[in-house]
């Protein structure tokens, strides 16, 4: 079985769980800590190149999911942002790109970037998804499709235009469909409604929540976005600020033995006659 086959059975029945790793390495530590299946996150990988989210050109973003991909032997979702492309065609180009760097899935977002217009127009953003979908047909690799309405975290908070938005993506070809930013149980269980059968993401990137209460409304998939970067971020810029402030290092106490962690992930062998002092 593929891994795009794995993750399209994923989405089949029950609630799954999918964080976002934001490098190699964390990926490779979430796949061994039992998660099925893993996501990217762009704004993650974009600050480990000290930029802001939606500030990394298409050429970083596939390498990376190639990187990704290739790291982990679960099935890993895009995040693709708005595909890198405003017009239907250069969606098209850019989403078999990304179906040829070993990705299972890929969510195909409509946001502009443009604070004046955060949304791509109605009938312009169903030709983005209609076009993602023909891309993927045409690629042979089975790569599940989630279209994504971003008024929630674009200044438009408004859920009869996400909800109408993200029915009509379930038309154009979507597998999956996610409004990152709703956080109620009416919200929820409205979108879930609205595009049943198909399968619906939720965002908990707060403790809004619980993955078993997520399930109860019948959410089929959970994913954390930058959250678990951004705890990652915390804890550094924690000790850090300690540092730079007091001189103090207390914030080092109980730190996890990492090189244990990828020592398990590797061949055995590959450490003979290596260094056994403390990484430095």
Not at 107 to 128: H, I, K, M
Not at 239 to 250: K, Q, R
């Amino acid at each position: 079985m593929t891994k795009q086959d794995e993750f399209r059975q994923l989405h089949e029945a029950g609630c799954f769980v999918m964080p976002n790793p934001w490098d190699v390495g964390s990926a490779v530590v979430l796949e061994q800590m039992g998660f099925k299946a893993l996501a990217t996150t762009s704004a993650g990988f974009a600050w480990t190149l000290a930029r802001p989210d939606n500030g990394v050109r298409r050429d970083e973003a596939l390498a990376h999911l190639r990187q990704i991909a290739t790291a982990a032997r679960i099935p890993v979702n895009a995040d693709f942002e708005n595909a890198y492309a405003d017009d239907p065609h250069g969606v098209s180009v850019n989403v078999k790109l990304a179906t040829a760097t070993g990705i299972a899935g890929l969510s195909v977002e409509d946001s502009t970037g443009d604070p004046g217009a955060p949304l791509y127009p109605f009938d312009l953003a169903v030709e983005r998804i209609r076009a993602a979908r023909r891309a993927i047909d045409e690629s042979g690799t089975g790569v599940v499709l989630t279209g994504r309405s971003e008024g929630f975290v674009a200044g438009r908070p408004d859920l009869e235009e996400t909800i109408r938005r993200l029915t009509a993506y379930a038309d154009a070809g979507a597998d999956c469909l996610y409004a990152p930013g709703i956080c109620t149980t009416e919200q929820i269980s409205a979108v879930v409604e609205a595009v049943a059968p198909k399968p619906v993401n939720l965002l908990v990137h707060a403790p809004f929540t619980t993955a078993s209460e997520a399930a109860g409304l019948g959410v089929r998939r959970i994913s954390v976005g930058a959250a678990l970067a951004r705890a990652a971020w915390a804890g550094t810029l924690a000790a850090a600020e300690e540092i730079a402030s007091e001189g103090t290092f207390s914030r080092f106490q109980g730190s996890p033995d990492v090189n244990a962690i990828f020592r398990q992930s590797v061949a055995p062998g590959f450490f003979a006659g290596t260094r056994s002092d403390p990484a430095t």
